[in-house]
């Protein structure tokens, strides 16, 4: 923690590389996946990260908001920071989306221009739950997009995880292609069965989509690519008309 976000990110990666840690090392490793206090600072350190480290991305997890809601005013002013930095916000609801929609709206209500990703299906367990619903109603705010990915988190079924076809489905119709990114949640989905090939050709091999949706999500999963792999994928051909 003492060495930093990017230290904590590096943890994150070398806990699901069993083969690379120390068994003892392991479980204080893991831990770093969903249990890591809030980084002091607030907005200063926010702007500092982006303006001197080069930070791109900022994610909300609403666990470490300590005894408050995401949209409180230290959250609101960092929320705000990212809309005039350019920055996106993530938001990693692993509890569970239906606990934080309200706040999550009204952040969005407070600063309409910063643009925002909904990670996992927003960890939304089937289009017959409600919270589904919930993140349905976000399309109407124009700086919403959604991370189609780690797909076994979601589903109760092996690759190609048919049971979200129709979460989906859905979200295509609410949101457009343009506004769905499509991620394979490396590294932690090397443990799952089929691994990261698997979790890259979930949609193509699910069925259901034009070559034209494939080809605009596509081209957005080739730039998540580089950043989780390290480098450029060859995408594979289009499906046959």
């Not at 700086?143 to 979601?154: C, I």
């Amino acid at each position: 923690m003492e060495l930093g976000p990017t230290y904590v990110k590096l943890g994150q990666i070398a806990s699901c590389r069993r083969e690379l840690v120390d068994t003892e090392w392991a479980p204080p490793l893991q831990r770093l996946q969903d249990q890591v206090p809030a980084f002091p600072g607030g907005e200063a350190e926010l702007r500092r990260l982006v303006a001197e480290e080069g930070f791109r991305g900022a994610r909300f997890n609403p666990a470490l908001f300590e005894g408050e809601e995401m949209d409180c005013g230290v959250g609101r002013a960092m929320f705000r920071a990212c809309g005039e930095l350019g920055v996106p916000v993530g938001f990693m609801t692993f509890k569970g989306f239906g606990l934080y929609f309200e706040s999550i709206r009204a952040l969005l209500d407070h600063s309409p221009a910063t643009p925002v990703i909904i990670d996992h299906f927003g960890f939304c367990r089937g289009e017959g739950v409600p919270e589904f619903a919930q993140l349905l109603q976000l399309a109407g705010h124009p700086q919403v997009h959604v991370k189609l990915s780690a797909f076994f988190r979601v589903s109760s079924e092996q690759a190609p995880f048919p049971d979200t076809r129709g979460m989906v489905a859905q979200l295509l119709e609410a949101f457009g292609p343009e506004r769905l990114l499509l991620g394979t949640d490396f590294p932690f989905v090397e443990d799952v069965e089929g691994g990261y090939a698997a979790a890259a050709g979930v949609l193509r091999a699910q069925g259901g989509l034009s070559a034209a949706e494939l080809a605009s999500l596509r081209q957005v999963f080739d730039a998540l690519d580089v950043r989780e792999r390290g480098s450029p994928r060859t995408p594979p051909p289009p499906p046959a008309p």
